[in-house]
């Protein structure tokens, strides 16, 4: 374990930070069934996969846990309907201790096929529930009037997304909105995304999701531009090259990758985003924010599933027996 990363850690374990400011999450809760493939099929073929087990999943509940494991309280948005699935996440959020304020009706909750490759990568197959199914009536007198809101573009691009959009851009100005756009990012419009880009957005994105905003390997000038439109952090997930952020003109850098074994990477990105918010949420430095949020990652993708989330003293115990 590195020393800046033991003392940040030993810092947070002996209760010398306290949550600063309410963190509002917002978005999906489904169930991850995790399948292992050796390669995935090719268009009109077929292949063989084992099924690994059931997992919660679902962008925000991925974030909602890893928040809780942190010791950071949240308020909850995830919608929850009626059916199997749905009765399925209540049962096993009530024994994680997650709780939502969406109790809602009409129809089922989601669930995704997650097909993991030998080398970890995975790929989703989405069958949507009522957690893209957003309406107004929701959201009725849940705006917050400060803190931090986490939202997530599978919601945000979904049918009924623009009620979201809605009520984002509605958000005060005291509200930072964290914003992970996801792998949908291709099926939304650039004017749908500027939209988006607005002061006050904490940006999070992969390289992927990067290039198709028009990022070419110079993370620097890419996050500088986003910068410039969101006038807040920026920051762009590289795998095993770590993580770049910009926060402004002296306050931006790489951020080492902890070096795992990988098992899969399903709620890679989640974890890492639940890590940045609760740093945030405890007042910690950008800098520091960002490391917490690459050692929760490590941590996840060298487990199965993505709702494997660490406490901080597992994450301590994990890293001083990698010394």
């Not at 509605?170 to 500027?194: K, Q, W, Y």
């Not at 597992?314 to 001083?320: I, P, T, V």
Request: with cysteine; aromatic share 6%.
């Amino acid at each position: 374990m590195s020393n800046q990363h033991g003392e940040l850690l030993h810092t947070l374990m002996q209760g010398n930070w306290h949550q600063q400011c309410p963190v509002t999450v917002v978005g999906a809760a489904v169930m991850d069934m995790v399948a292992h493939a050796d390669a995935l099929p090719e268009r009109g073929g077929d292949t063989a996969a084992s099924v690994s087990g059931f997992h919660l999943g679902g962008c925000a509940l991925n974030i909602a846990l890893g928040l809780k494991q942190l010791g950071i309280d949240s308020h909850n948005l995830l919608p929850l309907g009626e059916g199997m699935w749905a009765t399925r996440l209540r049962d096993e959020m009530a024994q994680r201790g997650i709780q939502s304020d969406l109790q809602v009706g009409g129809a089922d909750n989601g669930w995704c096929l997650a097909l993991v490759e030998p080398d970890g990568e995975r790929t989703f197959i989405s069958i949507d529930g009522i957690e893209n199914q957003w309406q107004t009536a929701w959201l009725e007198n849940r705006t917050p009037t400060s803190g931090l809101v986490y939202l997530s573009g599978y919601q945000l691009g979904a049918k009924q997304g623009g009620v979201l959009v809605e009520w984002m851009q509605a958000l005060p100005a005291e509200v930072r909105v964290v914003l992970d756009l996801g792998p949908r990012l291709d099926t939304m419009s650039p004017e749908f995304i500027d939209g988006l880009l607005r002061p006050g957005v904490i940006m999070t994105l992969n390289q992927r999701e990067a290039g198709l905003l028009g990022y070419r390997d110079d993370e620097e000038h890419f996050c500088r531009q986003l910068h410039a439109k969101t006038h807040e952090l920026v920051v762009l997930r590289c795998g095993e090259k770590g993580s770049y952020y910009f926060g402004g003109e002296s306050d931006h850098g790489w951020i080492a990758p902890r070096q795992v074994t990988v098992v899969d990477s399903i709620g890679a990105g989640d974890s890492h985003c639940a890590g940045l918010l609760a740093g945030l949420s405890l007042g910690l430095s950008h800098w520091q924010s960002m490391m917490l949020a690459n050692c929760v990652a490590a941590y996840v993708v060298s487990k199965p599933g993505g709702d494997c989330a660490p406490t901080l003293a597992q994450l301590a115990d994990e890293m001083s027996r990698e010394d």
